[in-house]
């Protein structure tokens, strides 16, 4: 069965910068945060929670259960809160980035995916360019050119 994919629409990267968090308690209720994410990608993905169970298990070199699946996307039980790493698996196996991106947003970061990292960089290396364009044309303004005497 081929894995379910998050439409072109629904992650659209932005280029506003996401705010740090800093404030007392801006993280509070996180736990419960990341559960209904849990349970928003597992909703919205066509497959049976045991096949995705089942890729995460291979990713992770862990076992992984639907019956777990079905834990960590509940968020009134904090017992059961999912890990990182399980966090991790479980985006690469449904491909919802737009989803972790999301959840990183909040902490001040984004998230770039395969390829966009060229884009990013391509986008650096101009500003880079840019910069020294103009630190140029400043030199040039302040510094004509050096003419020695020379012997013929």
Same mark, same amino acid.
């Given at each position: 069965?081929?894995?379910?994919?998050?439409?072109?629409?629904?992650?659209?990267?932005?280029?506003?910068?996401?705010?740090?968090?800093?404030?007392?308690?801006?993280?509070?209720?996180?736990?419960?945060?990341?559960?209904?994410?849990?349970?928003?990608?597992?909703?919205? @993905?066509?497959? #049976? &929670?045991?096949?995705? +169970?089942?890729?995460?298990?291979? =990713?992770?070199? !862990? %076992? *992984?259960? $639907?019956?777990?699946?079905?834990?960590?996307?509940?968020?009134?039980?904090?017992?059961?809160?999912?890990?990182?790493?399980?966090?991790?698996?479980?985006?690469?196996?449904?491909?919802?980035? @737009?989803?972790? #991106? &999301?959840?990183?947003? +909040?902490?001040?970061?984004?998230? =770039?995916?395969? !390829? %966009? *990292?060229? $884009?990013?960089?391509?986008?650096?290396?101009?500003?880079?360019?840019?910069?020294?364009?103009?630190?140029?044309?400043?030199?040039?303004?302040?510094?004509?050119?050096?003419?020695?005497?020379?012997?013929?």
């Amino acid at each position: 069965m081929p894995k379910t994919r998050a439409p072109a629409d629904q992650f659209a990267f932005t280029f506003d910068a996401p705010k740090p968090a800093t404030l007392p308690a801006e993280l509070a209720g996180m736990d419960a945060r990341i559960a209904r994410t849990v349970a928003e990608i597992l909703k919205h @993905d066509d497959r #049976d &929670r045991t096949v995705i +169970a089942a890729e995460m298990t291979v =990713l992770l070199a !862990d %076992e *992984i259960s $639907a019956h777990m699946l079905n834990h960590y996307a509940s968020p009134g039980k904090a017992e059961y809160n999912i890990s990182f790493a399980r966090m991790l698996a479980l985006v690469a196996v449904t491909n919802r980035f @737009d989803l972790l #991106d &999301r959840e990183l947003r +909040a902490i001040g970061a984004s998230l =770039l995916v395969g !390829d %966009e *990292i060229y $884009a990013a960089e391509v986008g650096h290396i101009s500003s880079e360019i840019a910069e020294l364009q103009q630190r140029l044309k400043s030199l040039q303004r302040l510094h004509p050119t050096i003419k020695r005497n020379r012997r013929k």
